[in-house]
Nanobody
Framework: QLQLVESGGGLVQPGGSLRLSCAAS????????IGWFRQAPGKEREGVSC????????NYADSVKGRFTISRDNAKNTVYLQMNSLKPEDTAIYYC???????????????WGQGTQVTVSS
């Protein structure tokens, strides 16, 4: 079964940090771009960050630039999203997905995981 599993979410105070993980099972990630997306209640899903297959190219939404860092460990078949200086507006369910290119606006991202909840609140 081909699937992605997100983990690492939780409740954190403003200014805190979390590291999300996206692990693949049933297929390898090393020839694919991976994207992180989020959806807050009542809002549309938005692209947060993506990384190309080699890790040599990354892209970030303006709202998270300088605070979030995406990385990958192909040996572990896992992609990470390090989130620092978290703000209440970062509260959302975070999902990862795969595509051939690191293009956040692309609609063909696939193999969505079940998501992990991130809540930033004091």
């Amino acid at each position: 079964q081909l699937q992605l599993v997100e983990s690492g979410g939780g409740l954190v105070q403003p200014g805190g940090s979390l590291r999300l993980s996206c692990a693949a099972s049933g297929f390898t990630l090393d020839n694919k771009a991976i994207g992180w997306f989020r959806q807050a209640p009542g809002k549309e899903r938005e692209g947060v960050s993506c990384i190309n297959n080699s890790g040599g190219y990354t892209n970030y939404a303006d709202s998270v630039k300088g605070r979030f860092t995406i990385s990958r460990d192909n040996a572990k078949n896992t992609v990470y999203l390090q989130m620092n200086s978290l703000k209440p507006e970062d509260t959302a369910i975070y999902y990862c997905a795969v595509f051939s290119l690191c293009v956040l606006s692309e609609r063909r991202w696939n193999y969505w995981g079940q998501g992990t909840q991130v809540t930033v609140s004091s």
